[in-house]
């Protein structure tokens, strides 16, 4: 079944280390983001990425990076220097073309720093 | 930038009653996609309903239904017969068709308590 995979479910951080989360579809969609849940927060888009080796910042992109060298991985590496990284991350794709066709979504990484 | 705003953040309902979550929204835009994504405590995110802002029907499945007032920018999520399986967050999603048809904005969710 196609889908998309985020991992680790749960991740623990020491404070000063970074961290990468994995998130990989095989769905065939050009389109992923990466987006922080709080709560009372609603979702935040960190990153997104329209097309491999292209992406561009979210309205929360201070202390997180990304990569798309292929089109089926979008990894977000949470760095030092993101000051408050405890938060519920999620992935999420979609096919460019489809704006009604909305996203499908990961299941989760929830990042505790310890 | 387009805004996406829920104003309750929490509800409860009657198991069998039906309930309304309101969305409003800001844009520019003539054109644009709204959705309405559920989150139950399992956290997985899915999708409810869907509505292009040309089409003045109303979209529907099953007992989620939405009242779109366009004039108004307005998106509410009828549930009706709740279900204690209704329980979630459910977020209130904007999409342009033009301008920002890139990514989803989200509004900050409603919490939705299902009594039995």
């Known amino acids: 079944d196609g889908g998309i995979t985020q991992s680790p479910k749960y991740l623990f951080r020491k404070e000063g280390q970074n961290v990468t989360l994995s998130c990989e579809q095989n769905?065939?969609?050009?389109?992923m983001y990466w987006y922080r849940q709080d709560p009372g927060q609603g979702l935040r888009l960190i990153y997104y990425s329209q097309i491999v080796n292209d992406f561009q910042k979210g309205d929360i992109a201070e202390g997180y990076s990304v990569s798309r060298e292929k089109k089926e991985s979008f990894p977000l590496t949470v760095t030092s220097a993101q000051k408050n990284p405890t938060a519920f991350y999620l992935c999420?794709?979609?096919?460019?073309?489809?704006?009604?066709?909305?996203?499908?979504f990961g299941s989760g990484t929830r990042l505790t720093v310890v | 930038a387009q805004t996406v705003t829920q104003s309750q953040p929490e509800m409860s309902v009657q198991e069998a009653e039906t309930v309304t979550l309101s969305c409003t929204y800001d844009?520019?835009?003539?054109?644009?996609?709204l959705f309405w994504y559920k989150q139950p405590p399992s956290r997985q995110m899915i999708l409810v309903i869907r509505q292009e802002a040309y089409k003045q029907q109303n979209a529907t499945e099953n007992r989620f239904s939405v009242n779109f007032q366009k004039a108004a920018k307005s998106f509410s999520l009828k549930i009706s017969d709740s279900q204690l399986g209704d329980a979630a967050m459910y977020f209130c999603a904007y999409r342009g068709r033009w301008g920002g048809s890139e990514k989803l904005v989200f509004g900050k969710g409603t919490k939705l308590t299902v009594n039995p």
């Open positions: 844009t520019s835009e003539s054109d644009y996609y």
């Open positions: 769905l065939n969609h050009d389109a």
């Open positions: 999420a794709s979609s096919i460019r073309a489809d704006l009604l066709g909305g996203y499908t």
